[in-house]
């Protein structure tokens, strides 16, 4: 059967907040209340979220013009009180008319018997599409999950699937607009097991359309959640090009401290073994880097700030490199680069770096391509326009004006509030729709070509984005490719059911960060 492309769905990694109706009205400032211990828990967790926000929270002044509904459940409250402020646009994204928040609130059971080191998972990160199939009896909306990369030793890798794999079907159903929620069976939070069967898109004979095959009920593989390391040093290598230049590679998929979020200050294996990698890299004598944030959506100031550390002119090294800008009851909060003392045996001092970025890359993200831009580095961004996040939270998991923990009933809260706008050393934060590419490359869709069919394998100098980094640190050329006769019709398809994204979500900034206040 042939198909006819129809639509590329929203990233898996965009987290879409349905607004639920306004119980605010506008009112004169009153006294923000204390969280009562006799009152019902979610009252009490929506009394502390009401005293952090108005605070903390960027916008806090407007905060303070709501009159809170305190009987809501937690999260609804949260998004309600984001909801009804006028001002707090750069708080998320609108994607199809549904209003996303960068601001969230988690808990945690207080009484759980221990910690689990790794949460149970799957092991892969996957893309939603729609594509219109067409057959004899028919045309039909189908959607599909995609494989960006899968985990190593994990319950995906070790069933054999492998980035670029299609999942067509979940459970023996096919996925259609009404079921779309099963995509959500694949990600970190839903369900223990599951059964996915796989497809696949071959470009046909004149290579102007694709044909869509579906493989056999009996071929269908059922995964099972195990508990396993998802490390965001995913892939680190030293390659050498054509012209005999050595680069470092890394695919760097998530600004995270260490395994233990719940223990920031104790818990830095991999910003650890981050600087193992640019010490490796510094030993091998790399003499440019390209630096993989496709599917980065942020995390940690700290790292962050390492992370650049590490890779910056030895000259720039110390000097004032971020600034937290909060709102105006508080007072800005500066992050240097790290002292070269700190960082001897792993800087590689590079004035060039090449970064390779898409829609998924959001806040530290850009952060580090704005930032070190600053800094008089040439950050050459290959792939797509960002995701255009200049905002940071703080982690706030203690009550106000206390240091003890934001426990109520039995459970511990932590909120991660908008707190801060992002400055590079020079004080500008203009990316806000995003960092546009100096060379762009789409991997998920090109209405005017085939080449997202085959996605490559990550690391591999022959992965289209990667290859194109190569060819430009050699100085050479990179080839057009070819359009279509007729580009691919791509219409609308809307799509209701969001895909959550299960880890740090944004520009963090930890309690232990180290930094000064202006």
């Not at 009401?50 to 459940?73: G, H, R, T």
């Not at 199939?133 to 492998?162: D, E, H, M, W």
């Not at 040093?233 to 590679?249: D, F, N, Q, R």
């Given at each position: 059967m042939k198909t006819k492309i129809y639509n590329l769905i929203q990233s898996a990694l965009t987290v879409l907040a349905i607004v639920a109706a306004v119980a605010f009205t506008s009112c004169g400032k009153d006294p923000i209340p204390e969280p009562d211990p006799s009152e019902p828990e979610d009252v009490q967790v929506n009394k502390w979220t009401y005293q952090i926000l108005s605070y903390y929270y960027l916008w806090n002044e407007e905060v303070k013009s709501i009159k809170p509904a305190y009987e809501n459940d937690y999260q609804s409250f949260l998004t309600n009180i984001l909801s009804a402020i006028k001002t707090n646009t750069l708080d998320g994204k609108t994607y199809n008319g549904s209003r996303s928040f960068y601001s969230y609130i988690t808990s945690s059971p207080v009484t759980r018997a221990g910690k689990a080191t790794f949460a149970p998972t799957y092991g892969m990160s996957i893309r939603a599409y729609a594509f219109n199939i067409q057959s004899q009896t028919g045309t039909t909306l189908r959607y599909f999950a995609r494989i960006q990369y899968v985990t190593p030793n994990s319950p995906a890798a070790k069933a054999g699937l492998k980035r670029g794999d299609w999942i067509g079907r979940i459970d023996g159903k096919q996925i259609l607009a009404g079921n779309f929620s099963d995509i959500n069976k694949l990600l970190p939070t839903n369900s223990s097991s599951v059964k996915v069967l796989k497809c696949s898109f071959t470009a046909n004979a004149t290579g102007d359309g694709v044909i869509f095959k579906e493989d056999s009920e009996s071929n269908a593989v059922t995964l099972t959640r195990e508990t396993v390391e998802e490390n965001p040093i995913h892939t680190h290598k030293v390659l050498t090009t054509s012209g005999g230049a050595k680069v470092g590679?890394?695919?760097?998929?998530?600004?995270?401290?260490?395994?233990?979020?719940?223990?920031?200050?104790?818990?830095?294996?991999?910003?650890?073994?981050?600087?193992?990698?640019?010490?490796?890299?510094?030993?091998?004598?790399?003499?440019?880097?390209?630096?993989?944030?496709?599917?980065?959506?942020?995390?940690?100031?700290?790292?962050?700030?390492?992370?650049?550390?590490?890779?910056?002119?030895?000259?720039?090294?110390?000097?004032?490199?971020?600034?937290?800008?909060?709102?105006?009851?508080?007072?800005?909060?500066?992050?240097?680069?790290?002292?070269?003392?700190?960082?001897?045996?792993?800087?590689?001092?590079?004035?060039?770096?090449?970064?390779?970025?898409?829609?998924?890359?959001?806040?530290?993200?850009?952060?580090?391509?704005?930032?070190?831009?600053?800094?008089?580095?040439?950050?050459?961004?290959?792939?797509?326009t960002t995701e255009g996040k200049v905002v940071g939270m703080e982690v706030i998991d203690h009550l106000f004006n206390s240091t003890d923990k934001a426990i109520f009933g039995n459970y511990q809260y932590t909120l991660h509030p908008v707190s801060f706008r992002s400055y590079d050393a020079k004080g500008t934060s203009d990316y806000g729709n995003g960092l546009k590419p100096n060379h762009f490359y789409d991997e998920y869709m090109d209405e005017n070509s085939l080449r997202w069919i085959e996605w490559g394998e990550l690391g591999s100098a022959s992965e289209p984005m990667l290859a194109i980094a190569l060819a430009k640190i050699d100085g050479v050329a990179t080839t057009q490719v070819a359009s279509l006769a007729k580009p691919i019709d791509v219409g609308a398809v809307e799509c209701d059911n969001s895909l959550l994204h299960n880890g740090l979500r944004g520009t963090i900034v930890a309690p232990t960060d180290n930094h000064y206040t202006e």
């Amino acid at each position: 059967m042939k198909t006819k492309i129809y639509n590329l769905i929203q990233s898996a990694l965009t987290v879409l907040a349905i607004v639920a109706a306004v119980a605010f009205t506008s009112c004169g400032k009153d006294p923000i209340p204390e969280p009562d211990p006799s009152e019902p828990e979610d009252v009490q967790v929506n009394k502390w979220t009401y005293q952090i926000l108005s605070y903390y929270y960027l916008w806090n002044e407007e905060v303070k013009s709501i009159k809170p509904a305190y009987e809501n459940d937690y999260q609804s409250f949260l998004t309600n009180i984001l909801s009804a402020i006028k001002t707090n646009t750069l708080d998320g994204k609108t994607y199809n008319g549904s209003r996303s928040f960068y601001s969230y609130i988690t808990s945690s059971p207080v009484t759980r018997a221990g910690k689990a080191t790794f949460a149970p998972t799957y092991g892969m990160s996957i893309r939603a599409y729609a594509f219109n199939i067409q057959s004899q009896t028919g045309t039909t909306l189908r959607y599909f999950a995609r494989i960006q990369y899968v985990t190593p030793n994990s319950p995906a890798a070790k069933a054999g699937l492998k980035r670029g794999d299609w999942i067509g079907r979940i459970d023996g159903k096919q996925i259609l607009a009404g079921n779309f929620s099963d995509i959500n069976k694949l990600l970190p939070t839903n369900s223990s097991s599951v059964k996915v069967l796989k497809c696949s898109f071959t470009a046909n004979a004149t290579g102007d359309g694709v044909i869509f095959k579906e493989d056999s009920e009996s071929n269908a593989v059922t995964l099972t959640r195990e508990t396993v390391e998802e490390n965001p040093i995913h892939t680190h290598k030293v390659l050498t090009t054509s012209g005999g230049a050595k680069v470092g590679y890394l695919l760097f998929n998530q600004f995270k401290r260490g395994y233990d979020e719940t223990d920031l200050a104790n818990s830095n294996e991999y910003e650890q073994q981050l600087r193992t990698v640019f010490s490796e890299f510094k030993s091998t004598g790399v003499d440019e880097l390209v630096l993989d944030l496709r599917y980065n959506p942020g995390g940690y100031v700290s790292t962050a700030q390492l992370l650049s550390s590490l890779i910056a002119p030895s000259s720039k090294l110390g000097t004032k490199w971020l600034e937290c800008r909060p709102n105006a009851s508080r007072k800005s909060t500066w992050y240097n680069l790290l002292e070269a003392s700190e960082v001897s045996d792993c800087n590689l001092s590079l004035d060039r770096l090449y970064v390779i970025a898409s829609a998924s890359s959001a806040s530290c993200s850009e952060l580090m391509i704005n930032n070190l831009r600053a800094l008089d580095v040439e950050v050459i961004h290959i792939g797509s326009t960002t995701e255009g996040k200049v905002v940071g939270m703080e982690v706030i998991d203690h009550l106000f004006n206390s240091t003890d923990k934001a426990i109520f009933g039995n459970y511990q809260y932590t909120l991660h509030p908008v707190s801060f706008r992002s400055y590079d050393a020079k004080g500008t934060s203009d990316y806000g729709n995003g960092l546009k590419p100096n060379h762009f490359y789409d991997e998920y869709m090109d209405e005017n070509s085939l080449r997202w069919i085959e996605w490559g394998e990550l690391g591999s100098a022959s992965e289209p984005m990667l290859a194109i980094a190569l060819a430009k640190i050699d100085g050479v050329a990179t080839t057009q490719v070819a359009s279509l006769a007729k580009p691919i019709d791509v219409g609308a398809v809307e799509c209701d059911n969001s895909l959550l994204h299960n880890g740090l979500r944004g520009t963090i900034v930890a309690p232990t960060d180290n930094h000064y206040t202006e």
